[in-house]
């Protein structure tokens, strides 16, 4: 019961502390260009590698839009937690055992 109120309450900070970070890349034509690939209008382009993850998509006029993705910690108590990379996102996890949640207050926004 303790695990499904602390999971509840991560992700009740989740949704309040949720912000992406988007970006829009210009284009000229039908086409998009991003990182060596070729993307036509509609086409999605996902970077899930390297310490930011993000989806970008294909517009009109070859514009790029992309978003980050992802789960970044912003704040934990650093004396009982620690933050680990996982994938895309960033876990709270106790000091001394890496494998238990963090059992502090945590943090974090999307994207």
Known sequence: MERIIFISGIISILLVY???ACWLERGNGSSC????VTLHMGQT????TGPTCYK???MAFGELGCCNTGISI???PADICKVLRRGC???AVSKTNEDEPCD???AAVIG
């Open 33 to 36: 260009h991003h990182e060596g």
């Open 56 to 58: 970008c998509e294909c």
């Open 104 to 106: 502090g207050t945590v």
């Open 89 to 91: 996102n960033d876990v």
């Open 74 to 76: 912003r704040d934990y």
């Open 45 to 48: 382009y996902v970077n899930t």
């Open 18 to 20: 949720a912000e992406a």
